[in-house]
């Protein structure tokens, strides 16, 4: 049989390895945030929160994101 720490070591390699293989990608985008901690995105022409009270949300307009109390 392998030696314990062998069979430790590639382990991790093999993990460590996978981590950046297969994670998925982030895409950043260089568009500023307002007050509100969101902007409008052009290309899907919706406005999106990315700080604040709304982290993470999407909303048709940033009128709608004020009337849901988004707060940065």
Not at 44 to 58: N, P, S
Request: glycine share 14%; hydrophobic share 45%.
């Amino acid at each position: 049989m392998f030696p314990a720490r062998l069979v430790l070591g590639v382990a991790c390699a093999v993990t460590v390895v996978a981590l950046f293989v297969f994670n998925a990608p982030v895409v950043a985008h260089g568009g500023g945030l307002d007050a509100y901690g969101g902007h409008r995105d052009t290309k899907a022409g919706d406005y999106h929160v990315h700080q604040g009270t709304c982290a993470g949300r999407t909303f048709a307009s940033k009128e709608s994101a004020v009337q849901a109390g988004c707060r940065r």
